[in-house]
């Protein structure tokens, strides 16, 4: 299986400025917010990216992302009927391929030399099924993600075998239907916000708006855990929700201190911290 | 190999299910002492609950009812004080450890095994409720509540349907679920003990149905609802508002510590449910956290939550689980609020029953309380079966016990059990509640250490029970409701009296009796309810006589209690139900827009608070909420009697009060009482001249232990030269029986109120005996061996007097044909409230028993709350917040002999029998005491004024004993002593049985016979030895009863005056015989009843009696 494609959703009716926003990269290098996740597309060997937008909007996301605009397909998500229906929007671009998916809020940074997306699309590309990646995280945080629960896969590191999705639970529900062998206490496996999807998932997001008018990934993502191979990619990188308060600023902390700034801002916190107090 | 270690750890049943009694009773001491040794170091390697637990229980047995009882074993014997500690403060395997190290050294004796059997007994219920607290805590979706410890890792969010008021009314929503309860039509044997199902799930099942409920009216038809309903909203103040409509209670909680004090007002159960849902994760409590972050986490600024509790009118001791039913049902609502369930209305999908079931029983854990597995059953709809199931890999059980602490629900389809078959339970059934509400916890443990011990004819009926079990389900499924009540009534005369005789009573056989005769084939069968008869039981008829049962039930259950109304305790007026089964289990429902309202009753209690505050005061919620009220009032015919119940509520009627102060002024005229002396012990107490710490002796008075040899001692039987003695003397009509009966006996129905002499509390010859029967019966097979009556006499006092008179007079003297004399009490006290410092020395400074971690902090919480109830009431006030019988005490047995002669009844005694010369004096609760020649000549061979009788102690015998003070012997009471060590140094406990010569006791009053016709000399000469006795300061509990069925305890101080203290008088002569135990012992408690049945003291009170 190969991946060629990528989708990334920024159709949040709340977070349109999001895509706009400039940090500096680990290089120093001013770039927006949506370059940059173009960017870790592109270091995973991806060139056909689609990016879900509300309409209007591909104009000023055009302008921000440079020389990348040639390879980007701008989509329509028509109505503001939530995160599966804009991934759906996408099902013409995808077609019946299988394509790399991120979320259009969350920034990733790499804590080694390796693109998190590469790894993924790789990882993919050898097991041939649906991907997803995934962090352990504490019980009290579930409420906001999506999360798997299943087993770990022999003899493979990091890697569990999906069998349960749930979005946003609560503990409760958590430790009675998502537990994971090996994990500590308290803790799940939520999504980090980058998935390898299969046709099939788009079939199911399809089938669901048909009739209900509403369509959920996690809920489509536990049909498939129940219907074919789904594994899940423990990934220890880190995933910034821009979205948050202050989530911009972490962010940009986080690319500092792994880039060659490192030292200078190290010295500016410093500095920063030992100010007194007049 | 042991064999009895082979016992446990056999995987057949035919090994495994054998009796340990049949194995002690052929094996020799030495033989069961080398059992013991390895029983015990088995358990203690064993990591299987229910090896361990088994092992614990054969010890407890094996000392308890074999050791202890063996001829050649020493029945001296100390125990060390030290060891006594290490149980009050339950480090149970310590004070094991003394017991075997002192039994290895000095070899087996009574007191020794006394004490091993004790700590072996409560190390066993101890492993148990371990084991049902790590499943609890480990069931899944449990367990993150316990990791939750700061306000930030607060997972859960409340709904957001709930979180904005409507945009017209401006109210809040509310959820409003409601409940069925429970009921158990099979009674299969109390196999819903946690415990039981985990030893041997196969055997645990019932047939739980869920039903809506209502006190039936006569005359008028109903449509039961369900019974309980519970009620959240989102409020506008930033607090935890908890209510119970029934108990009339509400708190608003600010601080999270206050939610984890459960016993500090009557809202435990709401907190317990608050905690146990997760809204307030039990891994909060002690972390100093403010309420206010949580709820902000939770809700956003400025909002809080209310949860209110509506129980439609049932009384406590319904057995229909009530309460375990509130508690589901509010964890349910809570969980639905917070998000923890997949719908926010309608019924709860199965996974989640099972946990609300789960939390419920956290929920009863963390409130100190705790019942069986079967309870939460009003969750689920219609019939079900629920059954014990085998622990598997994944279950926190596994490895360590054979059963899961939760059963498995099945609900029996319509397929299964057809409308018409429900419709003829319900057309069949007369559901009742008889009015006594009495704790169940002894039984539950009796049955839980039987069944462990597989005692043979318990087993063997449990076994039965369990057979019934599946004909019931069978004949349901046939709809058979007349072959169902055939069992029904067979299960309770069969196999549940052989388990537990206890739970019947005379109440409840009379009420048999009575519908039997009236209804005769048209009455199908007894059912009985939950844990003990008496209060909820089922009739079950021919349905054409339905209604004629359900009137005439309500008669009889109220003329049935009159009569025994002194005898046993009774909490409420008997009731009968309308009832219906429910087939939608627990169900919620959101009330919006001007619907968003609690029920009427809510607003009765909550508004007239808030009427009175300025309006300015009241938050914008509460004035829209009035307005919507006052709204509703005038144009919602429903609200028809909102407006005269708020009257009621604002301006209570006053009568109550006045006519309880007049008539308790009444009682204390009637009696006696001397407001003098009152006011004196009052100001004494206040004041800190009198009190618990001056009851004992000075520190430097020396008290010793009697040395062999000092004492006689008879053994049981003697027919030697003394037996000859009491013979003749009985013969010449030396004797009068006396039977201290003025005390109401507190600690054997805990402060009820009921007269613990004429409460017929076993079964004799197929009949309830009480224990004035006994007493009356052994003196009769006295008189029968001499040849002539004894003379009883029965002092009473103003508790006692009426009801034993009654009783007397309803009984024919239960058939007595002797010479019976009543002396009525002459003297009374008014309990008073105690001070802050009498309660604290009490809890604080003497021993006190430490309960189970949580248990402890219930009851530690209910300490505060009394003691704020003292100083808040009036410290060393007079007590007279009750019924007026309930505010008075009798002033200790001391007064007792004296009365006898201020009232006559000595002199009349005497003149009807001139040639009476002695008394058997005995407490009412020491059924072995009878006139024994042996003992009687004993007494007259030494020509002592008093003899005392004093039986070697066991552990449990505390309150003073046998000692040498200051080099002479006497009788010492608990009180008196002034370092508590002390009495175990005492080898006799004093088992208040005395021998009196008439004359020479007249004598130290400075009276003679011829005197006792003078009223004036003899109040003078009582007067005078009153004050050569020293009074005790103790505090008692006292019941005070309220709304339907519910009752508080409170300590209360009185004094007393002990007739032990006379042995203490320098000019009396008095002489001590150490008796056999099962002629001193005394019944205190009911909890003690299943050991003396079974350690043989029954069988022993059986030889001594003429029941005939």
Redesign the interface.
């Known amino acids: 299986m190969e991946v060629q494609k990528a989708v990334i959703t920024a159709a949040g009716p709340n977070q349109r400025k999001l895509p706009l926003q400039t940090l500096i990269d680990k290089e120093g290098i001013e770039k927006s917010f949506l370059e940059l996740l173009i960017e870790e597309v592109l270091a995973a060997g991806i060139n056909d990216i689609c990016v879900v937008v509300q309409p209007g909007d591909e104009l000023p996301y055009g302008q921000v992302i440079g020389d990348h605009v040639h390879g980007v397909t701008f989509v329509h998500q028509k109505k503001p009927l939530g995160y599966g229906h804009a991934l759906y929007s996408a099902s013409s671009f995808t077609g019946r391929d299988a394509f790399l998916h991120l979320v259009g809020d969350h920034l990733y940074v790499n804590r080694s030399s390796e693109s998190c997306a590469k790894h993924l699309v790789d990882f993919a590309a050898k097991h041939e099924c649906t991907v997803s990646t995934v962090q352990p995280t504490?019980?009290?945080?579930?409420?906001n993600f999506g999360v798997v629960g299943g087993s770990r896969m022999q003899g493979v590191k990091d890697v569990y075998q999906v069998e349960t999705v749930i979005e946003k639970p609560?503990?409760?529900?958590?430790?009675?239907k998502l537990?994971v062998p090996g994990l500590r206490?308290?803790h799940y496996l939520c999504f980090f916000g980058m998935h390898v999807l299969t046709p099939a998932v788009m079939d199911i997001l399809g089938t669901e708006l048909k009739s209900s008018n509403k369509a959920s990934l996690s809920a489509a993502l536990n049909r498939i855990a129940q219907s074919e191979q789904y594994l899940a990619l423990e990934k220890n990188d880190l995933r910034y929700d821009m979205g948050e308060k202050y989530g911009l600023l972490k962010a940009q902390l986080a690319l500092a201190l792994y880039g060659k700034d490192r030292d200078r801002i190290l010295n500016e916190l410093v500095e920063f911290f030992a100010l007194k107090d007049e | 190999m042991s064999k009895l270690i082979e016992i446990i750890l056999s995987d057949k049943a035919e090994i495994r299910d054998q009796s340990l009694d049949k194995f002690c009773r052929t094996a020799s001491t030495e033989e069961l002492l080398e059992e013991c040794d390895q029983l015990d170091s088995f358990r203690r390697k064993s990591e299987n609950l229910y090896q361990k637990v088994r092992a614990l229980f054969f010890l407890y047995a094996i000392h308890r009812f074999h050791i202890s009882m063996r001829a050649e074993i020493s029945h001296e014997g100390r125990i060390p004080y030290d060891a006594y500690e290490h149980m009050l403060k339950r480090r149970f395997e310590q004070a094991i450890d003394i017991f075997t190290r002192i039994q290895k050294d000095k070899g087996p004796n009574e007191g020794i095994s006394s004490g091993l059997s004790e700590a072996f007994h409560r190390l066993a219920f101890q492993t148990l409720a371990d084991q049902v607290r790590y499943s609890v805590r480990h069931t899944?979706?449990?367990?993150?509540m316990f990791?939750?410890g700061h306000p930030?890792?607060?997972?859960?969010?409340i709904r957001k349907e709930l979180l904005e008021p409507d945009s017209e009314t401006g109210l809040f929503p509310v959820l409003n679920e409601s409940t069925p309860v429970r009921m158990d039509i099979t009674h299969s044997g109390w196999s819903d003990i946690f415990f039981l199902g985990m030893d041997f799930p196969e055997g645990a099942k019932v047939l739980n149905i869920s039903v809506n409920l209502e006190i039936r009216q006569k005359g008028k038809s109903s449509d039961p609802e369900p019974p309980i309903n519970s009620y959240f909203r989102v409020i506008d103040q930033p607090v935890l508002r908890l209510i119970s409509i029934d108990l009339e209670s509400s708190v608003e909680i600010t601080r999270l510590d206050e939610v984890f004090d459960y016993a500090k007002d009557y809202l435990g159960l709401l907190k317990a449910a608050v905690i146990a849902s997760?809204i307030i994760p039990p891994g909060m409590e002690g972390s100093g956290m403010p309420l206010s972050d949580l709820l902000k986490k939770m809700l956003g600024p400025g909002k809080g939550i209310e949860l209110v509790s509506h129980v439609n009118n049932i009384p406590k001791g319904s057995r229909l689980a009530v309460s375990t039913n509130l508690l589901a049902s509010l964890i349910s609502v809570c969980?639905r609020a917070?998000?923890?369930t997949s719908s926010l209305t309608g019924s709860l999908a199965e996974?989640e029953r099972r946990?609300v079931a789960a939390r419920s029983i956290l929920g009863e854990w963390l409130g100190g309380s705790g019942g069986g597995w079967q309870d939460s059953g009003g969750i689920w709809p219609g019939i079900k079966l629920i059954r014990g199931v085998r622990a598997g890999e994944g279950d926190p059980e596994y490895g360590k016990s054979k059963g899961r602490l939760l059963p498995d629900h099945t609900i029996l389809t319509r397929e299964e059990v057809g409308d018409s078959t429900r419709q003829k339970l319900q057309d069949c059934l007369v559901m009742v509640h008889g009015g006594m509400a009495q704790d169940v916890g002894p039984v539950l443990e009796m049955v839980t250490e039987k069944y462990l011990l597989r005692s043979e004819s318990e087993w063997k009926a449990r076994m039965q029970a369990i057979r019934f079990f599946d004909d019931v389900v069978e004949k349901l499924k046939e709809g058979d409701i007349k072959s169902i009540a055939a069992f029904t009534q067979k299960n309770f005369t069969g196999p549940i009296r052989t388990i537990i005789p206890w739970t019947t009573n005379i109440y409840t056989e009379t009420l048999i009796q009575k519908v039997e005769k009236e209804f005769g084939g048209k009455f199908w069968g007894f059912w009985m309810m939950g844990g003990m008869s008496g209060g909820g039981m089922g009739f079950i008829f021919d349905p054409s006589v339905k209604q004629k049962a359900q009137d005439r039930l309500q008669e009889i259950l109220s003329e049935t209690k009159k009569i025994f109304e002194s005898a046993i305790p009774f909490a409420i007026e008997p009731v009968v139900y309308d009832f219906s089964i429910n087939s939608q289990g627990s169900v919620c429902r959101m009330l919006n827009k001007d619907l968003a309202m609690m029920p009427q009753k809510y607003y009765i209690l909550m508004s007239p608070a808030l009427i009175k505050r300025e309006i300015t005061d009241l938050t914008q919620g509460q004035r829209l909420e009035l307005q919507n009220l006052g709204q509703q009032s005038k144009d919602n015919e429903a609200y028809g009697d909102f407006v005269r119940g708020l009257y009621e509520r604002m301006i209570p009627r006053s009568e109550q009060t006045t006519e309880i102060e007049l008539t308790l002024e009444q009682l204390l005229d009637s009696y006696g009482f001397d407001p003098e002396v009152h006011q004196q012990i009052k100001s004494d107490l206040k004041s800190g001249r009198i009190g618990l710490s001056q009851n004992r002796l000075p520190v430097t008075s020396t008290i010793r232990d009697v040395e062999p040899g000092e004492i006689s001692v008879i053994a049981e039987g003697d027919e030697g030269i003394f037996h000859r003695m009491g013979l003749e003397a009985l013969k010449a009509g030396k004797l009068a029986i006396v039977t201290l009966a003025g005390g109401a006996g507190s600690r054997w129905t805990q402060g009820a109120g009921v007269v613990k002499t004429i409460h017929p509390f076993a079964r004799y010859s197929g009949k309830h005996r009480s224990f004035l029967e006994l007493h009356l019966a052994k003196n009769r097979s006295v008189a029968k061996i001499c040849g002539r009556e004894i003379p009883h006499i029965i002092t009473t006092s103003f508790l006692t007097h009426d009801a034993i008179q009654n009783f007397l007079d309803y009984s024919a003297f239960f058939g007595h044909a002797g010479q019976t004399y009543l002396s009525p009490g002459r003297s009374i006290g008014l309990r008073l409230i105690p001070t802050e410092r009498e309660l604290r020395y009490l809890w604080e400074v003497l021993p006190q028993q430490i309960q189970d971690e949580q248990e402890q902090k219930v009851i530690e919480s209910l300490h505060n709350a009394l003691i704020n109830w003292a100083k808040e009431t009036g410290e060393g006030e007079d007590y007279i917040d009750n019924l007026p019988h309930q505010c008075v005490h009798p002033v200790g047995h001391w007064y007792e002999i004296p009365n006898m002669m201020m009232n006559g009844t000595l002199e009349k005694l005497l003149k009807e029998n001139p040639g009476v010369e002695h008394l058997m004096v005995h407490n009412v609760d020491t059924l072995g005491a009878n006139a024994d020649p042996a003992v009687f000549g004993h007494h007259l061979s030494k020509g002592n004024a008093m003899t005392a009788e004093v039986i070697t102690r066991r552990l449990d015998d505390r309150g003073g004993g046998l000692a040498k003070v200051n080099g002479r012997i006497q009788i010492v009471e608990g009180l008196a002593l002034p370092d508590e060590k002390i009495e175990f140094d005492l080898s006799f406990y004093n088992s208040n049985t005395f021998w009196l010569d008439i004359n020479k006791i007249l004598e130290s009053f400075r009276l003679d016979r011829k005197e006792l016709g003078n009223p004036e000399k003899v109040r003078e000469s009582v007067r005078m030895m009153a004050r050569r006795m020293p009074t005790y300061i103790t505090v008692k509990d006292v019941k005070k009863r309220w709304g339907v069925g519910q009752e508080d305890i409170f300590p209360v101080v009185q004094f007393e005056k002990l007739w032990g203290d006379m042995t203490a008088l320098s000019n009396l002569d008095s002489g001590y015989l150490a008796v056999p135990r099962m002629r001193g012992q005394q019944l205190k408690e009911i909890s003690e009843l299943d050991g003396w049945l079974r350690d043989g003291s029954a069988d022993y009170i059986e030889k001594l009696c003429d029941l005939e």
Do not use: F, K
């Open positions: 504490r019980e009290s945080l579930i409420p609560t503990p409760t529900v958590a430790e009675q537990l206490a308290g | 899944l979706g449990n367990q993150w990791r939750c930030h890792d607060q997972p859960l969010e997760g969980m917070s998000g923890q996974e946990l």
